[in-house]
């Protein structure tokens, strides 16, 4: 079964502190994602990545950077936080890349910024 | 701008009846549109898919019925079942260009036992 782990699974982080996100899969899948998640907006793409050493801007970067240092981890860092990044933050693996492709999700980080 | 809307946002239905989730899209380049289920404390997962070329894709309780020239699509759960509550996605994506996936604002499903 593939896996996509996410930690941590909750975060407390002060308002301009710094916040990162991890995520690691073992699908050996080339692309990965960061969404985050709210009401009434679904999942929003904020970055992704088509490989190791490779990082792209989604919808929504600003505030954001992500950093790919292997196939397998993907990291979603928040320099300065502030309250409006409080949110649920999914990470996925993608297994074809193109239209069709299909995404595997961690469960998520739920993240408050105070 | 929602590329891609999800109506109602929340349904709920009886144990046994047929659940309608509506979705509909603007860019007309979009052909590709899965359908992601999201149980809660969870990630989404692939539920089922359908490609423009098709009208009609069913998976066991789960059918999707698209309308190309409209530019909508629904989901029909037939014989909900109450392990069927969940949030569900409408997603769409183009096979020219940015091909990521454009996900609607979900459909909060509640079947009553």
């Known amino acids: 079964e593939a896996a996509v782990t996410q930690s941590p699974r909750n975060k407390v982080a002060v308002t301009g502190g710094k916040v990162t996100l991890s995520c690691n899969q073992t699908n050996n899948h080339n692309n990965m994602y960061w969404y985050r998640q709210d009401t009434g907006h679904g999942l929003r793409l904020i970055h992704y990545?088509?490989?190791?050493?490779?990082?792209e801007k989604g919808d929504i970067p600003d505030g954001y950077k992500a950093s790919r240092p292997s196939q397998e981890n993907f990291s979603l860092i928040l320099e300065l936080a502030t309250p409006s990044q409080t949110s649920v933050y999914f990470c996925a693996s993608g297994d074809a890349g193109g239209s069709n492709e299909r995404l595997f999700f961690g469960h998520g980080t739920k993240l408050s910024v105070l | 701008q929602q590329q891609v809307r999800q109506s109602p946002q929340s349904l709920t239905v009886w144990e046994g009846e047929t659940a309608i989730l509506n979705c509909s899209y603007e860019d007309s380049t979009f052909n590709y549109f899965p359908w992601y289920q999201q149980f809660p404390g969870e990630g989404p997962a692939l539920l089922i898919s359908i490609s423009s070329v098709s009208d009609k894709k069913e998976d066991g309780r789960f059918t999707i019925f698209f309308n190309k020239r409209e530019k909508k699509l629904s989901l029909h759960i037939t014989d909900s079942q109450p392990g069927d509550s969940a949030t569900y996605f409408c997603?769409?994506?183009?096979?020219?260009?940015?091909?990521?996936?454009?996900f609607g604002s979900g459909t909060q499903l509640t079947v009553m036992p």
């Open positions: 990545s088509y490989g190791a050493g490779s990082t």
């Open positions: 997603a769409a994506s183009a096979s020219s260009g940015s091909w990521q996936l454009i």
